[in-house]
């Protein structure tokens, strides 16, 4: 029942994430906080949408920060995440 409960929610993550810019940016098409970052209801809590997003592709909860590489708060793309607090790379 609750294997169900998370296949359910994978399932309505993805579908509100536009996949269609091929190697750009996933963009997150539900809502968003005042910051522009998405966010989604899971577990009964409001989540930031591009952390939901590193935890189903990794399997992993993120650190305290996941910061974007592309600079796009509404980016969920696993591959444009960072869970370094310390990202080095230049913009
Ligand atoms: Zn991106």
Redesign the pocket.
């Known amino acids: 029942m609750r294997r169900r409960l998370v296949e359910d929610s994978v399932l309505s993550f993805w579908a509100k994430v536009d996949r269609t810019s091929g190697d750009?940016?996933?963009d997150w098409k539900g809502s968003s906080d005042v910051t522009g970052y998405g966010i989604v209801r899971l577990d009964g809590r409001l989540q930031k949408a591009h952390r939901v997003a590193w935890l189903l592709a990794t399997g992993q909860r993120p650190g305290l920060r996941l910061r974007?590489?592309?600079r796009?708060p509404r980016?969920v793309?696993p591959?444009?995440l960072t869970p370094s607090a310390r990202s080095l790379r230049a913009g």
Do not use: E, F, Y
């Open positions: 750009g940016c996933w974007h590489l592309c796009n980016c793309r591959d444009h």
